[in-house]
């Protein structure tokens, strides 16, 4: 069945460096999501790419999707403590209406 | 994107018993899914919530474990039937956006003693 990778599990960061996620599928995605879930919180959706080779940016936060659409990052410039969460990305195969949730990214951030 | 409420926000349940979670949307959703989180790991998809059918469970997970119910287009609640330890968890109901995305509720604790 389809799985969707994600690396790397934790990632610890002096504040004001940069982090990346990556997210992997074993099969073509239609689309993926990113989301945030704070400590103790609920995963809040930050953005959805859907075409080959897109790339998206919020603020600090830049979104990639791969050209074979099978792969996605998530890079944030300059950390803040307000990063501080899990990052999860979900993809969507082509076959079917299923979304599924990469293992999440823990990022945790010193002052 | 929807305001969702859940209910209760935790519980702490003896094992064999069921414990039955609300999820209330403030707009009429067409898709609504239930997941389980457990402390520190990802998100399982337990099932999607259909108005006026039945409920879609993905592998793993049953009807007489997971009976769901979706009376209208803004409502939905998860029984988790005859408890055990193995059933803590965070409980999580999500409607889908307009495209891909989906808006999660604050979820529901649950402790299985």
């Known amino acids: 069945g389809q799985q969707v990778m994600q690396i790397p599990q934790y990632q610890h960061v002096q504040e004001g460096e940069d982090f990346t996620t990556y997210c992997n599928s074993s099969?073509?995605?239609?689309?993926i999501q990113w989301y945030k879930q704070r400590p103790g919180g609920h995963p809040v959706f930050l953005i959805q790419?859907?075409?080959?080779?897109e790339v998206k940016k919020q603020k600090r936060l830049t979104f990639q999707f791969g050209e074979a659409k099978k792969n996605s990052s998530l890079h944030i410039t300059a950390t803040q403590t307000t990063d501080v969460g899990t990052y999860f990305c979900?993809?969507?195969?082509?076959?079917?209406?299923?979304?599924?949730f990469g293992a999440g990214t823990r990022l945790f951030v010193k002052a | 994107s929807a305001v969702i409420s859940q209910k209760p926000s935790r519980d702490i349940c003896q094992r064999g018993t069921s414990l039955t979670i609300q999820c209330q949307v403030d707009?009429?959703?067409?898709?609504m899914f239930w997941y389980r989180q457990q402390p520190g790991q990802s998100l399982t998809l337990i099932a999607t919530a259909n108005q006026g059918s039945e409920a879609t469970y993905e592998s793993g997970f049953v009807i007489d474990k997971f009976p769901i119910s979706r009376p209208n287009l803004t409502f939905s609640t998860l029984t988790v039937s005859n408890m055990s330890p193995e059933d803590s968890s965070i409980y999580l109901c999500?409607?889908?956006?307009?495209?891909?995305?989906?808006?999660f509720g604050p979820g529901t604790r649950l402790t299985v003693t």
């Open positions: 790419l859907v075409k080959s080779g």
């Open positions: 099969t073509t995605l239609s689309n």
């Open positions: 999500s409607v889908g956006g307009s495209r891909y995305e989906q808006y």
């Open positions: 979900a993809g969507e195969d082509t076959g079917g209406f299923k979304t599924i």
């Open positions: 707009s009429q959703v067409t898709m």
